[in-house]
């Protein structure tokens, strides 16, 4: 399985943008990126996900480069609830992956 | 439309118990997977489900650990003689079918405490 690579944590200021990025140089032409996120003492929660152009929603903005070889997940403005750990996780669009591969994400701090 | 449910939110079992976890999936959704999350660690897959099938158990320890989807009901996954190792959130999701578009919604986790 094609791996992602994610800082281990990051920190932000309330209100500020974040930038979150995830790096997967062996990504094959069928693999989605899914971004999750999972806030202290809850279950995963999906994020976004993209498959080559820039996508947006109202939680975030997926970057995809142009090679796919790396992404970033956008938060436009960063709040206390933002608090979280970001998995960045590669899916098989024919679905012969069923479940998620979680590595250890990047966790989000932001200060007030 | 009502999330993934799972309960009992927190359980406490002794030593050598079983323990019982029960999650209901997403309204029109199929396909259930199981995840265990150690304590200070990250979330590992354990089961992938379909109604009345197990599609992919390559994540459940050999021994102690099943899992069912019936055909009526919700999901359960069973622990048998349960030890101290076993404390760790159970997290339960839901999808659509399996494929790179689908997102996975997860319900709010079964804390198991073995003591």
């Known amino acids: 399985d094609a791996k992602t690579t994610q800082p281990n944590s990051m920190e932000s200021n309330e209100e500020e943008p974040v930038h979150l990025p995830c790096n997967h140089s062996t990504i094959s032409g069928t693999d989605y990126i899914h971004w999750y996120r999972q806030l202290p003492s809850q279950g995963p929660e999906y994020v976004i996900h993209?498959?080559?152009s820039n996508v947006n929603n109202r939680m975030a903005s997926l970057a995809i480069a142009e090679d796919r070889k790396s992404s970033t997940l956008i938060l436009h403005r960063a709040t206390l609830r933002d608090a979280a750990v970001y998995y960045c996780?590669?899916?098989?669009?024919?679905?012969?992956?069923?479940?998620?591969?979680f590595g250890k994400g990047t966790k989000l701090s932001v200060k007030p | 439309n009502a999330g993934v449910m799972q309960n009992p939110r927190h359980l406490v079992r002794r030593r050598g118990q079983e323990a019982r976890l029960r999650c209901s999936p997403m309204?029109?959704?199929?396909?259930v997977y199981w995840y265990r999350q150690l304590p200070e660690e990250g979330l590992k897959f354990m089961v992938y489900?379909?109604?009345?099938?197990?599609?992919?158990e390559s994540g459940m320890p050999k021994e102690r650990f099943s899992a069912e989807f019936p055909k009526e009901g919700p999901s359960i996954l069973r622990i048998q003689q349960v030890v101290r190792g076993d404390s760790a959130a159970y997290f339960c999701?839901?999808?659509?079918?399996?494929?790179?578009?689908?997102?996975?919604?997860f319900g709010p986790g079964t804390r198991l405490t073995v003591t």
């Open positions: 489900l379909q109604k009345e099938n197990i599609i992919d």
């Open positions: 309204k029109g959704h199929s396909h």
């Open positions: 993209g498959l080559t």
């Open positions: 996780i590669l899916r098989d669009r024919g679905g012969s992956q069923g479940n998620l591969i």
């Open positions: 999701a839901s999808s659509p079918p399996a494929g790179g578009r689908n997102e996975q919604y």
